[in-house]
């Protein structure tokens, strides 16, 4: 029986092999979270205005799901009580379904690299974007969701929208 010696490497010599670093795991739930956190700090700390038009820049609201989607940026109670001379301002009611839309002369505010957009909306927004600047613009600065007259059913009212675009449908969101 032969015996094999064997030997130990001599003390400070490293192996051949290189270590590797291993990458620490990221926590992919934790990253969502914090990016989202991020952006949702940025944009509530915009102006309320430039948060309502870049909303309504992506598409129609009614009011309540504005006011809800709002709330997921922190809506103040004075931003709340100001929202609709601020929708007067800046959106057109449409008088079939009750939503709000930009108005075209808002568009030009709208920023493309806003905090609040995701990737998708960011495209998403281009598309409008686009579709905006070729479309004509009426020369009275109506645009098609905007009435011209009020509805036959309410002449003598002295709103120029029906009634029922003013009252929340609150159980229908639950």
């Known amino acids: 029986v032969k015996k094999v010696q064997v030997r130990k490497p001599a003390p400070g010599i490293s192996d051949a092999v290189p270590s590797r670093k291993r990458p620490t795991p990221v926590n ?7 990016n989202t956190t991020t952006s949702t700090t940025t944009v509530s700390q915009r102006p309320f205005k430039d948060r309502v038009i870049h909303l309504l820049a992506l598409k129609p609201y009614k009011k309540p799901e504005l ?6 940026d922190g809506l103040s109670l004075q931003d709340k009580d100001c929202l609709d001379g601020l929708l007067q301002q800046v959106a057109n009611i449409s008088a079939k379904d009750c939503t709000y839309t930009l108005k075209d002369s808002n568009y030009k505010e709208v920023q493309k690299d806003w905090p609040g957009y995701s990737e998708g909306d960011q495209q998403l927004l281009k598309r409008i974007l686009v579709r905006k600047v070729s479309q004509p613009q009426n020369p009275c600065g109506q645009t098609e969701n905007a009435p011209l007259s009020p509805p036959k059913d309410d002449v003598n009212s002295t709103s120029p929208y ?10 229908s969101l639950q």
């Open 28 to 34: 992919i739930a934790s990253a969502i979270k914090k």
């Open 67 to 72: 006011i809800l989607r709002l709330q997921k």
């Open 162 to 171: 029906p009634q029922v675009c003013y009252k929340l449908h609150i159980t």
